[in-house]
């Protein structure tokens, strides 16, 4: 029995799946102080274990950062330099040894782009970013069903983005103000306009200038890692009519200089939701487990 959690900064979602990845039971919890949240996964999976009689024998992390994802580093499975100052410091290897299993970790984007990429929107692509734009903005990159990091994981949604026409908003992220999170993620658009994209008008200036933002992600992430799909998926992306003004503003940004079959016109195809929904995360933590426990 493989055991996933994929911890965002709100909530874990918290699974128990057999080796074909199937759930068999899943739980939410409320990210709240440490000890309390690790108590309530703690309870969640031994009585996963007890109700379904297995043990588990390996557990796969997809969660929020900065977080130490190099197997060699003292600070793997560690949760780095967070905003969220209680969760500084906390290793998931030490609240999990409890069950005396492996515990795999990466971050919560590279775990929902490797579930898309195997069960979901990417199937037929060899390079899948995908992107998340909720509480924070994280961008995760796959390739042939491996995720990728250098030194520490992609930081990509602290980039300094061009200022959309007009947007004097001094951004809300507390290391570098204006950067792309601190401009685009839920919480900046709550700031600056005081509800949540979702609830603004449909000719509110605000979709136009998220729309920029996060279409210069996109031209950003093509550049980088002429990646063969990018999925756009979190809360924000809900909002009705975004995913096309990103498409429309994306194919503006690139303007044409890159040359590939997988940039259709209008780049219907290569931008899209995510397939699996609000599950990609959760496959991905469990997905994570599953590897760890093929030796890959």
């Given at each position: 029995?493989?055991?996933?959690?994929?911890?965002?900064?709100?909530?874990?979602?918290?699974?128990?799946?057999d080796?074909?990845?199937?759930?068999?039971?899943?739980?939410?919890?409320?990210?709240?102080?440490p000890?309390?949240?690790?108590?309530?996964?703690?309870?969640?999976f031994?009585?996963?274990?007890?109700e379904h009689?297995?043990?588990?024998?390996?557990?796969?992390v997809?969660?929020?950062?900065?977080v130490?994802?190099?197997?060699?580093s003292?600070?793997?499975?560690?949760?780095?330099?967070?905003p969220?100052?209680?969760?500084?410091?906390?290793s998931?290897q030490?609240?999990l040894s409890?069950?005396g299993?492996p515990?795999?970790?990466?971050?919560?984007?590279?775990?929902?782009?490797?579930?898309?990429?195997?069960?979901?929107?990417?199937?037929s692509?060899?390079t899948?970013?995908?992107?998340?734009v909720?509480t924070?903005?994280?961008?995760?990159?796959?390739?042939?069903?491996?995720?990728?990091?250098?030194?520490?994981h992609?930081?990509?949604?602290?980039?300094?983005?061009?200022?959309?026409e007009?947007?004097?908003f001094?951004?809300l992220?507390?290391?570098?103000?204006?950067?792309?999170?601190?401009?685009?993620?839920?919480?900046?658009?709550?700031?600056?306009?005081?509800?949540?994209?979702?609830?603004?008008?449909?000719?509110?200036?605000?979709h136009?200038?998220?729309?920029?933002?996060?279409?210069?992600?996109?031209?950003?992430?093509?550049?980088?890692?002429a990646?063969?799909?990018?999925v756009?998926?979190?809360?924000?992306?809900?909002t009705?009519?975004?995913i096309?003004?990103?498409?429309v503003?994306?194919?503006r940004y690139?303007?044409?200089?890159?040359?590939?079959?997988?940039?259709?016109?209008?780049l219907?195809?290569?931008?899209?939701k995510?397939?699996?929904?609000?599950?990609?995360?959760?496959?991905?933590?469990?997905?994570?487990?599953?590897?760890?426990?093929a030796?890959?």
């Open positions: 029995m493989l055991g996933g959690i994929e911890a965002g900064g709100t909530k874990c979602v918290v699974a128990v799946a080796d074909d990845l199937s759930i068999i039971a899943e739980a939410t919890i409320p990210t709240t102080a000890d309390e949240t690790f108590a309530s996964i703690i309870n969640f031994e009585q996963a274990q007890s009689g297995s043990d588990l024998t390996t557990i796969g997809a969660s929020f950062g900065p130490g994802v190099d197997p060699a003292s600070s793997y499975a560690e949760i780095l330099e967070t969220k100052l209680a969760w500084r410091g906390v998931y030490r609240r409890h069950f299993v515990v795999v970790i990466d971050t919560d984007v590279n775990g929902a782009a490797l579930a898309e990429q195997v069960y979901g929107a990417g199937k692509s060899d899948l970013a995908y992107v998340t909720g924070g903005i994280g961008v995760g990159v796959v390739r042939a069903g491996k995720p990728l990091s250098g030194s520490s992609y930081e990509m949604g602290h980039i300094l983005p061009r200022r959309a007009g947007d004097t001094d951004g992220c507390p290391s570098h103000g204006d950067c792309l999170e601190g401009l685009a993620a839920g919480p900046a658009i709550k700031a600056r306009w005081g509800h949540p994209l979702s609830d603004l008008s449909a000719d509110h200036p605000a136009d200038i998220e729309a920029d933002y996060l279409a210069q992600l996109v031209h950003s992430i093509t550049l980088m890692h990646p063969h799909s990018i756009l998926g979190g809360g924000v992306m809900k009705e009519g975004l096309e003004r990103i498409r503003k994306a194919e690139l303007a044409g200089y890159m040359k590939h079959a997988t940039l259709d016109t209008g219907q195809n290569y931008i899209t995510p397939k699996l929904g609000d599950k990609s995360g959760i496959i991905g933590a469990l997905a994570l487990a599953r590897a760890r426990n030796g890959e």
